[in-house]
């Protein structure tokens, strides 16, 4: 079938589609009572991997419009796809060999963008929200709630991710995550430290309904079984709103520090030194480190949760306070990925170049003279780089202060676009520095390794980020079960008697590799060091990060087929509901996959 040339009338509603040639060029659907925009669009993700030209799209207005849609495209054997700001790297809403006329219907979900307090009270809230909402703006607005009483000034999450211009429906789909882990004195919630689809109280789904052959709507409640399937979907469910619980709103301190040696933060023991991470969690809870390549210093952060604002501190008026970050154009991003690939000698100096933005943007000092003399001091001519457009920053922001998402959002569209491996690895808290040393040296190790064969695999930084495991103690739902497919969904769940916190003293370790995409030997050093993980790990404690790169072969990610039908599937044999049943529940609202692509087709085969 061709869409381009043809024009096609479905019964559900008399739907037409009729022919569209330009790119971006929005069409009327010829239907009395369906409000819905059809037209093309280029897919391309965050890194520009996944890049796709002239797919079928459609922006349905309301909930009527969209099941008429996707009945119509049933008709015409389209696979059904949703999709947001495209900020993902792993292919599930499409990947590069599709067809867009041949296969595919994306569906643009930014009309959903209803949000609604349903209860509000001192302990806790209850948010209803529409897949199209930008995390960003749930997060503005919680903050605005307050209680009938006024005793309570806004609402939040205990975990978010880093970016806020992510829709609400693609961070549930892959569990979205920040950083966070029960800590000495903390009177938070332990149970919510896990991923943020843990906090869903019911969704809105899509589902085919076998009498009348058509997909209708259908509400699923936290205490019914069957919905732990649908809370971390990877993309194999269409879901339309959810039901969220929050927490009453805290403010954050945020430290950062780029004087420690990554020596000291990843020592073998958590002993060694008060700098530790082991003991940074346990006195804070809330840290994460980005290691840039060849730098002794990460910059680690360091949040606190502090009512009132502490003296030096700067207070914030908003998110994404390290301009000197995410000030980066898409097209200066393109010219540094040529640069590097082309140049790749010159990581070693581009990544110092990074600290030393970042130290110096940190502490108010950011200007071309003064980077001028850190690089010379280095031995390093910053004009070999062509880096003459840095911004400038002359505001210090290595201590601030404000409402929680305001210190914990940080990625927007103008940060460098890197692409990513991602792992979970699940160990008792006695344990976390073990796993950091270890892998910190195997990855340095193993660089060297790829250096000296004058390959430069890695052009980016390591990050560590730590949460805790999906607690449901302390939601307010019977019944309810874990998130199925989360990264860190419990591998046996019960709640034992001696923790009256949460259900698990166990943390995953987030372990993220960001590179340039077509760096030299990129898919062979991720394929090595994801074969170390698993030799050294058990599958049901090395989880994978749905939304980046894994399963990697020479070829790339996602190409392992045997991590994709056996590891991975595995890794979740022990939890509360396998991966055979999720995906049998899936398939059972969802008989002919039309929810689905390549790659999750493979997963769920």
């Not at 009729?18 to 069409?27: C, G, K, M, R, V």
């Not at 998402?405 to 569209?413: D, E, I, N």
């Not at 790169?549 to 991975?568: C, F, V």
Request: contains cysteine; negative net charge; proline residues 5%.
């Amino acid at each position: 079938m061709n869409l381009s040339r043809r024009s096609f009338l479905s019964s559900s509603g008399h739907l037409v589609f009729t022919s569209l040639a330009a790119t971006s060029i929005s069409f009327s659907a010829l239907l009395t009572g369906c409000q819905a925009d059809f037209y093309r669009i280029r897919f391309r993700n965050w890194s520009r991997e996944i890049d796709v030209s002239n797919v079928l799209a459609s922006k349905p207005h309301d909930a009527d419009s969209l099941l008429q849609v996707i009945n119509g495209a049933l008709e015409e054997n389209l696979k059904i796809r949703p999709f947001g700001q495209m900020h993902n790297w792993s292919p599930i809403a499409i990947n590069n060999f599709a067809t867009s006329a041949d296969e595919f219907l994306l569906v643009d979900m930014s009309l959903f963008d209803q949000l609604a307090m349903l209860q509000e009270s001192p302990n806790y809230g209850v948010v209803k929200v529409g897949v199209g909402v930008l995390a960003e703006d749930l997060y503005r607005f919680l903050d605005k709630q307050k209680t009938a009483q006024g005793s309570i000034t806004g609402y939040a999450f205990s975990n978010t991710p880093a970016p806020g211009d992510i829709t609400v429906g693609g961070m549930m789909a892959i569990g979205g995550h920040g950083t966070g882990v029960d800590y000495q004195g903390s009177l938070e919630s332990a149970s919510f430290n896990g991923c943020i689809s843990n906090m869903i109280l019911s969704l809105t789904a899509v589902v085919w309904d076998a009498n009348t052959r058509k997909y209708t709507l259908r509400e699923f409640k936290r205490d019914d079984r069957e919905t732990a399937a649908f809370l971390v979907h990877i993309g194999r469910a269409f879901i339309v709103d959810y039901t969220l619980q929050v927490v009453p709103n805290y403010s954050l301190r945020c430290l950062s520090f780029t004087d420690i040696s990554w020596r000291k933060l990843f020592a073998p023991n958590a002993g060694d030194s008060e700098f530790t991470v082991t003991n940074l969690l346990n006195k804070y809870g809330r840290i994460e480190t980005i290691w840039f390549p060849y730098t002794e210093t990460p910059w680690l952060k360091v949040w606190q949760n502090i009512p009132e604002k502490p003296q030096p501190s700067l207070a914030t008026s908003g998110p994404y306070n390290y301009p000197f970050s995410d000030s980066i154009p898409e097209i200066a991003s393109d010219l540094i990925a040529l640069l590097l690939n082309a140049f790749p000698e010159k990581i070693k100096g581009f990544s110092k170049f990074q600290l030393h933005v970042i130290k110096l943007g940190l502490g108010g000092n950011l200007t071309k003279d003064s980077l001028s003399r850190a690089m010379v001091s280095e031995g390093i001519d910053m004009e070999s780089y062509h880096l003459h457009n840095t911004p400038t920053s002359e505001q210090s922001a290595a201590d601030i202060w404000g409402p929680a998402y305001h210190t914990l959002l940080y990625v927007r569209k103008q940060t460098l676009r890197v692409t990513a491996n991602g792992y979970a690895v699940i160990v008792p808290r006695s344990r976390v520095q073990e796993v950091l040393n270890r892998f910190s040296n195997k990855y340095i190790s193993l660089l060297e390794e790829y250096n000296s064969r004058g390959l430069y695999p890695i052009l980016g930084p390591v990050e560590y980020r730590f949460t805790g495991l999906d607690g449901v103690k302390d939601l307010h739902v019977s019944d309810a079960k874990p998130p199925a497919l989360s990264p860190v969904v419990p591998e046996k769940y019960e709640i034992p008697e001696n923790l009256t916190g949460g259900e698990s003293d166990d943390i995953a370790i987030w372990l993220d590799l960001l590179t340039i995409p077509g760096a030299s030997g990129q898919n062979e050093f991720y394929r090595d060091m994801e074969a170390w993980l698993y030799d050294n790990y058990p599958a049901a404690q090395n989880r994978v990060e749905w939304s980046k790169g894994w399963a990697y072969s020479e070829q790339g990610a996602w190409q392992d087929r045997e991590r994709l039908r056996r590891t991975i599937p595995a890794s979740f044999a022990n939890g509360d509901m396998s991966f055979d049943e999720v995906k049998a529940i899936l398939n059972k609202y969802d008989p002919e996959r039309n929810f689905s692509t390549d790659l999750v087709g493979v997963l769920f085969s």
